[in-house]
């Protein structure tokens, strides 16, 4: 059974830092790895996708990772600013059409 | 467009109601999906559509049952709810298997 974890579970940080996130999965039988962010209360809006075959995805300050034979990915955010205080969540995709989740990291970043 | 459309917002149902969750999507789609979410927790799998079929149902109780009346459309309907049904719902879309999935911004259900 595919398992999903997430380091560290809380971070905070001083504005204009760089971050890095921790996701690591136990099955390497995956389809692709999306990082989601969640505010309170809120769904979840993608963030980025790697396909399996895939090292890396780069969107504005993100940058996401992948080593599929380690099982580990991680999101790197670039000068960190409040407005990205929320929820990160990674996704494994599985056989079935299934997305299994990490339990998150809350980020927040203090002006 | 990359927007996924859940109504309503927030819903409080008794436990002897019937209600229906829906979700809409505009995107040319051909997977759709429902999630829970409850407080604190990540999102678990409820059900997988694709081509408008059920194609995983992850032992959900018969109390919720999902249909998809077309491509663009996904419903839940909810018979008999407990309290502890009470959760965040989202429905997700991807264009095929295993691509990327988008997210709407959820039912906040509250079971009394």
């Known amino acids: 059974k595919q398992e999903v974890t997430q380091i560290p579970a809380a971070l905070s940080v001083p504005e204009g830092e760089n971050l890095v996130l921790n996701c690591s999965f136990t099955d390497s039988a995956i389809y692709n790895l999306q990082w989601f962010r969640q505010d309170p209360g809120k769904g979840l809006t993608s963030l980025l996708l790697?396909?399996?075959?895939?090292r890396e995805q780069t969107s504005g300050r993100l940058n996401a990772s992948l080593d599929k034979s380690s099982g580990r990915s991680t999101l790197y955010i670039a000068a960190s600013q409040p407005g990205d205080s929320a929820t990160y969540l990674c996704?494994?995709?599985?056989?079935?059409?299934?997305?299994?989740f990490g339990a998150g990291t809350i980020l927040r970043v203090k002006s | 467009d990359t927007e996924v459309t859940q109504t309503p917002k927030h819903l409080v149902m008794g436990m002897t109601n019937k209600k229906s969750l829906k979700c809409e999507q505009h995107?040319?789609?051909?997977?759709m999906y429902w999630y829970k979410q409850k407080a604190k927790k990540p999102p678990e799998l409820m059900f997988v559509?694709?081509?408008?079929?059920?194609?995983i149902n992850e032992s959900v109780p018969s109390r919720f049952s999902p249909e998809c009346p077309n491509s663009s459309l996904l419903n839940l309907h909810l018979h008999a709810l407990q309290p502890e049904d009470s959760a965040l719902y989202l429905c997700?879309?991807?264009?095929?298997?295993?691509?990327?999935?988008?997210f709407g911004q959820g039912t906040r259900l509250t079971v009394v």
């Open positions: 997700a879309s991807s264009q095929e298997d295993n691509t990327e999935a988008f």
């Open positions: 996704a494994v995709g599985v056989y079935g059409n299934k997305l299994v």
């Open positions: 790697i396909q399996s075959s895939q």
């Open positions: 559509y694709s081509y408008e079929k059920l194609s």
């Open positions: 995107m040319g789609h051909r997977a």
